[in-house]
């Protein structure tokens, strides 16, 4: 059943795109959520299918569509200074997504995330080169966050070392959960 799974998107062809997997394969309906549109939560819900799986091709297949993924949001980021809600995963040549009844948003949160949550999960293997290839260095057996991926993990997070930005993170989130628990129990408040 796994292999049907990895089948079924070699021959729908949703594989073979050079910036990701695209939302659908409806073509010129001009709308957000088809061909060539992709968007970041529905990449990554194939890369981590796809990782999760203990298939070793549909975990390279995971690997290389989170490549894919990363170097198309950066080669982007590197020629509009912007994250993008949605790219055009279906093209050599590297653009923000149209079409749709509004225009794509920038600084959009779950790009950021899914970027952000792949550059932490695959960061032993890939490298984002600022031409927005991508290096293989599996197996090397060194945590690589380093170049190009230091750099920009620095800029968006203020640190090149992700659990540190994680740990920050997440003690904010428990001292403000903290902080708002505090109030309502001394306002006496139960919400």
Known sequence: MVADVLETLQRKGLLQFPGGTPASLMKSTNQQWDYPNGWAPIN????????????????????????????????????????????DVAKEYVRAAKGGEYENQYGFGWTNGVVLDLLVTFNKRAIVKPTGGVT?????????????????????????KPFDFLWWFTKRILIRTLINFLKCKSSGSSG
């Not at 293989?136 to 090149?160: C, E, K, M, P, Q």
């Open 136 to 160: 293989d260095v599996h197996g090397t057996g060194r945590a690589n966050i380093s170049g190009t991926n230091r750099t920009l993990l620095t800029r968006y997070l203020g640190t090149s």
């Open 44 to 87: 990554h819900m194939i890369i981590e299918g796809l990782r999760k799986s203990n298939n070793p091709t549909m975990q390279q297949r995971a690997f290389e569509i989170a490549n894919k993924w990363i170097n198309r949001n950066y080669a982007l980021y590197q020629k509009d200074h912007k994250m993008w809600e949605k790219y």
